[in-house]
């Protein structure tokens, strides 16, 4: 395994300058991870296949969803993409490099999981403070124009709110300076649960039916389905946030409700 690791990555640093590797390599993986993770929600939802796991029944518009597609590469390549080019010399001031020899999964795997508690606390606060009426109603209501929400929709925001909140995503890395390896695979798993969170079914192979204390999709369309001063749920990841602040009463009440009533239901069959 290490091996065809190494022969794969030796091949890209052949070929591509660090430069090309760290803005262009990492926009195009970006690319291709969030739209192949999320188009396929789209499909799912226009033919109502797997419509049992879906969480609300409400159906987007083909206008709606190809107006997301359009708003996002204008985005991605408006916003993300000048980030990513201008990031780049903190990056590199910092310690990030492509070259050999490759991380450790040791230190691979210990990276990620503080970029994950850090992402989480500095995303929660951050996005809590994109729900007060000002910034809601001039910043963050671009992102909740979409009340049943399907994969794409993870970064369809205002370009402010990429910025503001896709700080918490980039300051971990910023601060450690990782090889980009690690970078990659972090931004990769990052954008997973982002279009996770967003896609607006919850299956029975879902990662928060697994993983303790993760929000997945049905933890986050509560968010969206509800008024934006009484939502809660603000959490990125890992829901600890909400739970150690009390915003996720809400969600946990309907929850406990709903498993009280399918209790009750099972018993009378």
């Not at 001039?138 to 979409?146: F, G, L, P, T, W």
């Not at 603000?234 to 399918?262: E, P």
């Amino acid at each position: 395994m290490a091996s065809i690791m190494d022969t794969c990555w030796l091949y890209l640093i052949k070929h591509f300058s660090d430069f090309q590797l760290a803005c262009l390599g990492s926009f195009f993986l970006h690319e291709s991870v969030f739209f192949l993770s999320g188009l396929p929600f789209i499909y799912l939802e226009r033919a109502g296949w797997l419509s049992k796991y879906k969480i609300q029944t409400k159906i987007n518009t083909v206008a709606a969803q190809e107006k997301c597609i359009i708003r996002l590469m204008l985005y991605h390549f408006g916003v993300n993409l000048p980030v990513m080019i201008f990031s780049y010399p903190v990056f590199r001031f910092m310690g990030m490099r492509s070259s050999f020899p490759l991380p450790s999964w040791k230190v691979v795997i210990s990276q990620i999981a503080f970029y994950f508690v850090l992402e989480d606390f500095i995303f929660y606060w951050g996005h809590r403070i994109l729900h007060t009426k000002w910034l809601y109603k001039h910043v963050h209501s671009i992102h909740h124009e979409y009340a049943t929400p399907f994969g794409l929709t993870a970064e369809y925001a205002h370009p402010a709110e990429i910025l503001f909140l896709g700080f918490a995503t980039i300051i971990g890395p910023a601060l450690t300076g990782p090889h980009l390896l690690t970078l990659w695979l972090w931004m990769v798993l990052r954008v997973l649960e982002t279009v996770e969170a967003h896609c607006g079914y919850h299956f029975p192979w879902s990662p928060s039916n697994f993983l303790p204390l993760y929000g997945g999709a049905d933890f986050h369309d509560y968010h969206h389905r509800l008024l934006y001063t009484k939502s809660g749920n603000y959490s990125s990841t890992f829901t600890y946030m909400d739970w150690i602040f009390g915003t996720d009463k809400g969600y946990r009440k309907l929850k406990a409700l709903k498993d009280d009533q399918t209790e009750v239901g099972s018993k009378e069959i």
